[in-house]
């Protein structure tokens, strides 16, 4: 059996019950099959794989909270510190009652490659716990957050682990965290990014990862010839990613006419009116069945639908496992030339497979949604000389951080002989400084 097989059957061994991690393991296994080959005896003897898909260290938690009634609740934590060969762990937060150990080991382990590819210097890892924030008052957020990081300050540092936000962590969450991290450790230093502008945060956090998938897309379309200036436009999702999206494409001249959440989604066919979104979604936080109050043009369907309208790009923006074969085969009938994901593993690894073999441009969420960790490097660099950078400025390096990232998963898929095949160009390239970084410090 290959040495790529065997640790793939090994991962599903050890790991049971974690679909998620066996996928993206999977997934960035199977492309990298070509240089694992190319080095088979000496990463097998080094157990290089083995230490890739094995987690440096994870921490399991209980979060005790009280409710606005009295009533007790008990959350589980977890903090993956995966991989630290090119700098301290980075990755975000999620708050989401569907997170268990499997998902948090799935995006940290998509984490390390990530982060590989903005160049920058940070390692992978990711957190989050199965609480709900959805209903939750403001005091009840708060005692979650403020239990969640009593524990987890003991493992995380400006040096060793800067945690961010992700699903259900957005800048309330940062702040209450960061709060009482300041007040366990005694420490006000760059610990969390996406902090509010007043306390360390960085301009251009907030859009960075939605801006970031634009860039791409765009510097993807134009070394084919296209643009995304005149297309349509459908995005899933209408949090942080799926926001910016937006309203980078709209910047850029395109048509975006869906948005969605997890109960249903709208169709502008006018285009999607950000401000309204925003106030919605950010200043008000409703549902999206307030969209047509804005906008009585526009349709509310309850359900999953957005895959079904006719497009030019398609944006996952929402979560993983949204967008299956079916979808995959909707969007292509319908004429859709590229998509790039927006959140992590959005599509099915057959979806992502159908996109590739129908000549359909299809960026992985690893190299396309890069520019959210990008800029939260860049906001740990500018806490470390504590100084703040302009908008434009940080735009600017998230701009070409996004257009070089491009290159190198163009140029790593082309030198392999998979030209055009973002895929294995994202992991391979993401892999190859990891492993260089790996050797260089020995069995640790
Ligand atoms: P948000 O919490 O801001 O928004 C998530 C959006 O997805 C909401 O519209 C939410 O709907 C929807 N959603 C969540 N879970 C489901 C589900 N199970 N089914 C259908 N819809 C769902 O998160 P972000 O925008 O920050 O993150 C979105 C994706 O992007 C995630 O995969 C995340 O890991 C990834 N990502 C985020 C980065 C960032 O900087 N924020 C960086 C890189 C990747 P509802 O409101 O109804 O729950």
């Known amino acids: 059996m290959s040495y790529v097989d065997e640790v793939i059957e090994r991962v599903i061994k050890e790991n049971p019950a974690e679909p998620e991690f066996h996928q993206a393991v999977r997934e960035v296994l199977e492309s990298l099959r070509v240089v694992v080959e190319a080095n088979e005896e000496k990463f097998r003897r080094d157990a290089l794989l083995e230490r890739l898909v094995n987690p440096e260290r994870q921490i399991k938690f209980r979060v005790p909270w009280i409710d606005d009634n009295g009533q007790v609740h008990v959350n589980t934590g977890y903090r993956v ?55 939750k008052s403001d005091r009840e957020i708060m ?12 493992y995380i540092g400006a040096d060793t682990d800067v945690p961010a936000g ?6 309330r969450e940062i702040g209450y965290l960061f709060g009482q991290y300041k007040r366990m450790r005694g420490l006000f230093e760059g610990v969390l990014t996406g902090k509010g502008l007043s306390f360390g945060g960085s301009l251009t956090r907030t859009e960075a990862t939605g801006y970031g998938l634009l860039y791409i897309t765009e510097e993807m379309l134009r070394t084919h010839g296209q643009s995304v200036s005149g297309k349509t436009v459908v995005v899933s999702g209408s949090g942080n990613v799926a ?5 980078k494409a709209q910047q850029l001249g395109a048509k975006v006419v869906t948005v969605s959440d997890s109960t249903g989604w709208v169709y502008d066919p006018d285009g999607i009116d950000i401000a309204a979104l925003k106030e919605i979604k950010e200043v008000n936080r ?11 043009g526009s349709e509310y369907h ?8 006719k497009a030019d790009i398609a944006l996952p923006c929402a979560t993983q496992n949204e967008l299956d074969l ?3 085969k909707t969007l292509a009938a319908n004429g859709v030339i590229a998509v790039c994901e927006g959140a992590n593993m959005p599509c099915t690894a057959e979806a992502a497979d159908f996109f590739l073999e129908k000549g359909i441009y299809f960026i992985p969420g690893k190299a396309a949604n890069a520019g959210g960790v990008a800029t939260s490097a860049l906001e740990m660099s500018q806490n470390s000389e504590r100084l703040s950078w302009s908008f434009d400025e940080v735009d600017g390096k998230l701009r070409s951080i996004m ?26 390239a993401g892999f190859e400084k990891v492993v260089d970084a790996m050797y260089a410090q020995g069995i640790v």
């Open 81 to 135: 510190q995966f991989n630290s060969a090119i700098g301290p762990y980075k990755g975000g937060l999620r708050l989401h009652p569907s997170v268990n150990i499997g998902i948090i080991k799935f995006l940290g382990f998509e984490q390390i490659f990530k982060n590989s590819l903005t160049g920058l210097s940070i390692g992978g890892g990711k957190g989050g716990a199965d609480f709900d924030p959805k209903g």
């Open 143 to 154: 005692a979650f957050c403020q239990s969640f990081m009593t524990e987890l300050c003991k």
């Open 166 to 171: 992700d699903i259900g962590t957005g800048a």
């Open 243 to 247: 926001t910016y999206a937006v309203e």
């Open 286 to 296: 409703q549902r999206l069945t307030e969209y047509k109050k804005y906008r009585p």
């Open 302 to 309: 309850e359900g999953k639908g957005v895959w079904s309208v």
């Open 326 to 328: 079916d979808d995959a």
């Open 403 to 428: 257009v070089s990232l491009f290159h190198n998963i163009d140029d790593a898929a082309k030198k392999y002989g998979f030209e055009g095949n973002y895929i294995v160009g994202a992991n391979i």
